[in-house]
């Protein structure tokens, strides 16, 4: 997110008393469950700078009584954007799609072919590129996979993310990027369109996934389980409190054998989660 500051704004940002920085933490905390230590202070100042810049305020108390006013709502999702990175890629952390093409997407391919219902949670999803590589991913196990009960849901809590997610349109130098062992660049060119050195994700990939805004803190609105989920990079931004929760959340929405997959400077403790049994690099299967 680039924001550039008014004309005639002052460079100087205004000073973030340990009392404001205690208040927008807390707020963080309890809206989004990030987790910010006082270790944090000179990264949330910085980046909120911004904000004070683009909302022409003259201090942190100021922004603070924006925040928690009615009027605070599209206040709350820049906030969120500041304090987080959207960093993604298509086939980020290749070895969890190489797991994913030869271990699990045969079996969930096997079932959706037999009638069975199968679905795939992107938790976090950021602007698109992992629920579109599973969809890829998908597609290449079973080229008419769209056809069955095959279905992918992508959320995030940015709403503004999900939004460009759901455009699905990416610079070309990200297909460049696309590690080879699973994809050959014929297989990319063939599930997208190309256009004015952007590319726009073909319609039966953008088919097979759902988008939709969801706080992982809040209560979780699903009746049925999920055969497997992403979410990566997601808990390094929660205390340890609310990633067992997150955790636990997740366990209980898989089947026996359903699998986990969480970002490389993750961890679950099988002390703390005994019903999910590691199984390869950052990967969990539920008991």
């Known amino acids: 997110m680039n924001i550039r500051a008014h004309a005639g704004a002052s460079e100087t940002p205004p000073e973030l008393s340990t009392a404001d920085f205690e208040a927008i933490a807390n707020f963080a905390l309890r809206e989004f469950g990030l987790s910010l230590p006082a270790s944090k202070t000179q990264l949330v100042k910085s980046r909120l700078a911004r904000r004070l810049r683009a909302l022409n305020l003259p201090n942190f108390a100021a922004y603070r009584s924006l925040l928690e006013g009615p009027n605070g709502q ?75 009960n095959f279905k992918i849901l992508a959320t995030d809590i940015d709403p503004s993310i999900i939004v460009k997610a759901r455009e699905a349109t990416y610079r070309d130098d990200e297909i460049a990027a696309v590690d080879k062992k699973i994809f050959r660049v014929s297989d990319i060119v063939r599930s997208v369109q190309v256009k004015e050195g952007c590319f726009t994700v073909s319609k039966d990939v953008r088919s097979l996934v759902t988008f939709g805004v969801l706080n992982l803190i809040e209560e979780l609105p699903f009746n049925g389980a999920f055969n497997v989920i992403f979410c990566r990079n997601v808990a390094i931004y929660f205390n340890r409190e609310t990633q067992q929760s997150v955790w636990s959340r997740f366990s209980s929405l898989l089947p026996s054998g359903g699998k986990l997959f969480i970002g490389h400077s993750e961890r679950i403790m099988r002390a703390d989660q005994p019903k999910l049994e590691p199984c390869g690099v950052t990967v969990y299967k539920k008991l």
């Open 74 to 148: 599209a206040e709350r999702n820049e906030l969120l954007s500041s304090l987080t990175t959207n960093v993604t890629k298509f086939f980020r952390e290749i070895h969890h799609f190489e797991d994913l093409l030869r271990d699990v997407m045969p079996q969930l391919v096997a079932r959706a072919c037999q009638g069975e219902r199968v679905r795939i949670w992107s938790a976090g999803c950021s602007s698109g590129q992992e629920p579109y590589s599973i969809a890829l991913t998908a597609l290449k196990c079973h080229p008419d996979i769209a056809t069955k």
